[in-house]
């Protein structure tokens, strides 16, 4: 635009050459009074364009002050927004670690006091087993000193005997029990090393005092 402006000037120059030469030629200065304001008239055009451009370079110039104040704005918003990121990002962390901390510290309370449980529960065990051994050891005895006094009492004897013959199929023991002695108050009073006997043989009874 302002190259377009000097070539009018350097126009309305040589125009202005050429009508002093013209005149000075005697030629006709109606037609250079044409050719003049013609000139003049482009000039003013441009200049109007001038100034529209120029008003719409101040225009466009406002809007890029508006925007680099927008986006200084938005980088001021953007600094804001990672610090408060990067605070809780740091917050997160230590409440991370606490909480890993914590936890760590009830997993070895939990443990101990696990190992403090099976300790008692075998302690208890102990004392049961011990309980249970001694209620045996009492229930036995006192199963035993039942059956001893379950026994019948041992038959009393007068002091007298009878001989009896052994026969064939007798035996020490249905002898005892036929007379109701023990097999071993028969060996005894009969001096028997053991329960064989044979016919024949006369074994000594005691007679029994009802």
Do not use: C, W
Not at 61 to 86: G, S
Not at 138 to 156: D, G
Request: charged residues 25%; proline residues 3%.
């Amino acid at each position: 635009m302002k190259m377009k402006i000097n070539v009018i000037r350097a126009g309305l120059l040589a125009l202005a050459v050429m009508a002093a030469v013209r005149t000075a030629n005697g030629q006709d200065m109606r037609s250079l009074v044409r050719e003049f304001a013609q000139l003049r008239a482009d000039m003013r055009i441009l200049q109007e364009d001038q100034k529209v451009l120029l008003d719409r370079i101040n225009v466009m110039a406002q809007e890029n002050v508006a925007k680099d104040a927008q986006i200084a704005e938005l980088q001021k918003m953007l600094t804001m927004q990672e610090t408060r990121i990067q605070g809780i990002e740091k917050d997160l962390s230590m409440r991370l670690e606490q909480l890993r901390k914590a936890l760590e510290n009830e997993k070895i309370s939990r443990h101990k006091d696990l190992e403090s449980a099976v300790g008692s529960m075998a302690a208890e065990i102990s004392k049961l087993d011990k309980v249970a051994s001694n209620a045996s050891a009492v229930a036995n005895a006192a199963s035993a000193a039942a059956a001893r006094r379950q026994q019948p009492p041992p038959p009393a004897y007068a002091g007298s005997y009878k001989e009896v013959e052994v026969k064939r199929g007798d035996t020490l023991s249905l002898i005892a029990q036929a007379v109701g002695v023990p097999v071993s108050t028969l060996r005894q009073i009969n001096n028997l090393k053991n329960d064989t006997i044979f016919v024949g043989q006369k074994l000594k009874i005691p007679v029994v005092q009802k």
